[in-house]
């Protein structure tokens, strides 16, 4: 709580919030967190302060203050978050396109951001260029798309530790190891293990599959050892 009194927020523009971390001193410089939208029109608020955007009888996961207009609290508080309410009307059978962007910038970098992701066609330009990315690596990758799918399924056990305590263990562990024991094969222990046991050679299609989902992975940014 103490360091995040160091937090302070402003509003360069009606669609964007920008955070920053109050300098030391005259000399130091820190990257700036904006938060923008786009499409939005003029009926935008903002909250920066999480105990009025979760409100009394709210929490992280069903934040009460969300169903009232928001505060358009800026500046220093004592839990910042970034919020964004946008309204909207959408008539019968129509559609209504929105684009939230997150961004970590330079001080001087505030307004070129906003104004880069002031349109939507930014966001469909990044959604096309991710796609086609991504169709290249699964051909590079040799996945299927079943398996592809199943990867981004297990994707969730790695990214959220609290998930894999719900998944029941066909064999319970017999013991526990320490990390120090892990040295000796090249694994730190540092990330999480991707671990499968082949018995036979009709098991190796399936060791083949876990090599690629490591490397997936990996690609992915989703740091994790085999």
């Not at 399936?206 to 050892?225: Q, Y």
Request: charged letters at 20%; one cysteine or more; glycine letters at 6%.
């Amino acid at each position: 709580a103490f360091q995040k009194r160091f937090v302070e927020s402003v509003r360069p523009a009606l669609s964007a919030l920008a955070f920053r971390r109050r300098p030391r001193s005259d000399e130091e410089c820190m990257p700036v967190l904006v938060h923008a939208v786009a499409g939005a029109g003029d009926a935008i608020q903002c909250e920066t302060d999480l105990g009025r955007l979760i409100g009394r009888t709210g929490s992280m996961h069903r934040p009460g203050g969300i169903a009232n207009e928001l505060s358009d609290t800026l500046g220093q508080v004592l839990n910042p978050c970034s919020a964004l309410s946008v309204r909207i009307a959408i008539p019968a059978m129509g559609r209504a396109h929105l684009s939230f962007a997150i961004g970590l910038v330079e001080p001087d970098d505030i307004l070129p951001f906003i104004d880069r992701h002031s349109s939507l066609d930014t966001s469909l330009r990044a959604l096309e260029l991710a796609a086609t990315q991504a169709r290249a690596m699964l051909k590079f990758l040799g996945l299927t798309p079943r398996l592809h799918h199943s990867l981004q399924r297990a994707s969730a056990l790695i990214a959220y530790p609290s998930l894999r305590s719900t998944v029941p263990l066909s064999t319970p562990p017999e013991y526990e190891q320490e990390r120090r024991d892990l040295w000796a094969m090249g694994i730190s222990g540092e990330y999480p293990i991707l671990l499968g046991t082949a018995a036979d050679k009709e098991q190796l299609p399936a060791m083949r599959e876990l090599m690629r989902a490591h490397e997936f992975f990996r690609s992915m940014g989703l740091w994790c050892d085999l």
